[in-house]
């Protein structure tokens, strides 16, 4: 069995450069996770391109009102669906997708903070598993053509319950994939600026002239910019299907060397007088991210996927986390829970 991945190269600079961006003229498109901080930005990307219709949907009041209120004041030609809901909601999806009939899904829909989904384990999985998983069987239902889950570096060899989450997303989109919706992932990495990240977080600790807090001297990650997430995204939404194969592929930008964190503490520091304190990895952490592994060749079969993705809602339903841990373990054996979960 051939491995899912395939590479993207990236831009080398920030120069926002959208694939084909004509792409998406005239089409219908929904966005989940429409008001995030990628979410966003690809938003409004796509309306530039002139699509007949945008379908926001966020479960976030105030980020579905800001998107919404950009949409009407920067392009006001095109039509604007905002939805308020969850990708786990069966008859909202189905209400969705028969009003608007979208032609392509881009999933951006996700819980991505490791510590604290380390400690709402139920959470992470309904959302971004079973959440995926719901989507996945909405557009197999009305025929949608296609969709474009954005997973994570964190999906490879899991340490926290994120990254397993999103490593069952990216092995349910492949599973499901076929003739009638072709189904693909892209694996972005730390995108710079989002909120919740360690630039927001450094900067506002020199700001308060507080000490930098870094987990581990050695901690490095993969940093891209938010226009090269979104042209990577584009990228994988408009890519051609070579040969018509209709298998669920996982894109993956090609980059260069990982930062090490404390570097990059260093540099934001710069001249203030604010030291820099290493406080030691949380559950969940990973010294470093990978962007392949060895177990990119396992696949799942759509009936298997759908024994797993009950026993999953079986273990949320009884609010059974040490009955969800096994499961994830079993299916992701590469997953390495972490302590405060084992």
Known sequence: MKSPISFLPTQADDTVSIPFPSAHAGQSVLVTGAGGYIGSALVKAIAAAGPSRIVLLDSAE?????IRQHLESAFGHV?????????????????????????IIYHAAAFKHVPLLERNPIAAVRNNAIGTYTLAQAALRHGTPKLILISTDKAVNPHSVMGVSKRLAELAVVALSGTACRMNAIRLVNVIGSPGSVVPIFLRQIAERRPVTVTHPEAARWFMSLNEAVA???????????GGEPEGRISVPELGEQTRIADLAAFLIGAAEVPIVFTGCRP??????ELVSKFEI??????????IMQRLCDSIASHDVPALIRTLCAVVPEYVPSVLLR
């Not at 039509?79 to 032609?103: H, K, Q, W, Y």
């Not at 969940?284 to 991210?289: N, R, S, V, Y």
């Open 62 to 66: 105030h980020n579905l009102f800001q």
């Open 79 to 103: 039509l604007c669906e905002p939805v308020l809901g969850s990708v786990d909601a069966v008859n909202l999806l189905d209400d969705i997708f028969t009003r608007f009939r979208p032609e």
């Open 232 to 242: 990577a995204i584009l990228a994988c939404g408009t890519a051609k299907i070579e």
């Open 284 to 289: 969940g952490d990973k010294l470093t991210e």
């Open 298 to 307: 396992c696949r799942l079969q759509p009936v298997e996927l759908e024994e």
